[in-house]
């Protein structure tokens, strides 16, 4: 499963305890004309951001392989599949460095570049492609972010990055049929943090959670190389 | 001029495939999808929309261009026919 920069999901499993490390190399750029950009600022934020909304702890259901060997009951040996119920604890680690121009991007490694207001006219931010590895972001939410006014757009673009889709997107389900939810599960989870903009369900301060079931599909996606796409 | 079927079929199949070729579509990762050639007639997001700029984004759909659009699939239609009259269909 080891891939070269960008995200790596690592996983150690051991009793009944999964360990999930989601770990990001990635370089901050201020692309801006003015570079007035605290990226250090920015950096903390995301880690702080990221860490708030992906380090959580849920219970899954899996199957181990059981073996039961002959014994005095003169039955014979023979191996059963047996449901049991495992903690998954998801961590997150960032290697952070900060970068003056988009060319110094190495290899894999993730870029969070700050544009232009007039970069990206009508948008807070955008990912290249799902499971992609650019990530832009508009100078004039920054402050907010870096002030934790709006602990939305940075975990919601890195969603994208990890190859999450909108959850209330028409047509999702062709591309991920998990991932196309109905208004109860859009009620029940109503702080997700993968509502699309349009829908007016997305909240600067409240919509930071994720579910159990997304975190499966993050790793899933790493696993059929569905992450660092470039 | 009489317009026949085969040409036409051809234009508009090759119209539709310039368009989706020309579109650029990044809805699902919070940019734009503009469809259209060679102007921009339906633009969308699924993203979080700026309200301060958002009248600059020109988002919805555009008549003017889908009509401008649908002219150029009219000399499309034209400029086949008239390569299926002169080269094609004497052979």
Redesign the interface.
């Known amino acids: 499963m080891e891939q070269k920069g960008g995200w790596t999901v690592i996983l150690n499993e051991y009793g009944m305890t999964i360990d999930v490390l989601l770990d990001l190399y990635m370089s901050l750029c201020d692309s801006t004309t003015v570079k007035k950009i605290n990226l250090t600022d920015l950096g903390n934020a995301i880690e702080k951001q990221l860490k708030n909304t992906y380090e959580i702890s849920y219970d899954k259901l899996c199957y181990t392989t059981v073996n039961i060997k002959n014994g005095l009951d003169y039955l014979s040996a023979k191996k059963y599949v047996r449901p049991v119920v495992k903690r998954v604890q998801v961590r997150i680690k960032l290697h952070q460095r900060i970068i003056y121009n988009i060319n110094q991007k190495l290899g894999n490694e993730h870029l969070v570049d700050v544009r232009d ?1 007039n970069k ?11 499971g ?1 590895t650019e990530i832009y972001l ?1 100078e ?2 920054i402050p907010s972010i870096i002030k934790g006014l709006d602990k ?2 940075i975990p ?2 890195f969603g ?1 990055s990890l190859g999450l ?2 959850v209330d ?1 028409p047509w ?1 389900w062709i ?1 991920s049929m998990r991932e196309q939810w109905n208004i109860p599960k859009m009620i029940k989870n109503k702080t997700n943090i993968m509502f ?3 829908g007016g369900k ?1 909240n600067d301060k409240t919509s930071t959670t994720i579910t159990p079931e997304q975190m499966n599909i993050i790793i899933e996606n790493y696993k059929f190389g569905r992450l660092n796409l470039g | 001029m009489r317009i026949h079927t085969n040409p036409t079929l051809l234009a508009i199949a090759a119209f539709i495939v310039i368009t989706l070729i020309y579109s650029t579509y990044e809805a699902e990762s919070d940019g734009f999808t503009s469809i259209g050639f060679p102007l921009t007639f339906n633009k969308y997001t699924y993203g979080k929309i700026d309200p301060a700029d958002i009248g600059l984004a020109h988002i919805g759909f555009n008549t003017g261009n889908f009509l401008l659009d649908m002219l150029v699939l009219a000399l499309f239609i034209l400029g086949f026919n008239l390569i299926w009259i002169k080269y094609l269909k004497k052979q």
Do not use: D, P, Q, W
């Open positions: 207001a990206l006219i009508g948008l807070y931010g955008k990912v290249n492609k799902i992609g508009k004039t939410f939305n757009t919601h673009e994208h889709y909108h997107e999702v591309k699309g903009g349009a997305l």
